[in-house]
């Protein structure tokens, strides 16, 4: 009885933190659905399908090089994606070119950096995948809590079909 009670709450916590899948999946889903609609505005809502778990959906301008929907920090939009650092005070994309490029692959790209932890202020680890909206200026991207996966490892995710 006593390892249901200590092993129930690690199995429940766990299931609050989305997935590398997941996020692999519903990134693909959130480019699917802006392709066919160009609405920014459901990306800009703490209510709806794309905050999940510990995660949430954020779009990137590639034409204009900005930051176009975030559900946490309305602040961002509009600003320069080089001039958005993590918490280590590096710019998350210091060459926009290059990580819109890589977005428009068929595999899309995973960035890591270092973020706060919704509700903290210390920064973590966080990896997050980027994938081009077809026929829009957006990258739809969302990320993980991870010290362990590699880059590597993560573009195998994304890579299958």
Known sequence: ??????????VALSQDKATAQEVVAKVKEAASALSKTGDLTQFNQKQSPWVWQDTYM??????????AAHPFKPEQIGQDLTSIKGTDGKSLYPD?????????KPSGVWVEYWWAKPGEKEGSRKVSYHLSAKGTPYVVAAGIYDDKASIAELSKLSNKK
Do not use: T, Y
């Open 1 to 10: 009885m006593a390892f249901l009670i200590v092993a129930l709450p690690s």
């Open 58 to 67: 954020f779009v990137h301008d590639c034409d204009k090089k900005v930051n």
């Open 96 to 104: 926009p070119e290059a990580f819109c490029n890589a977005a428009r």
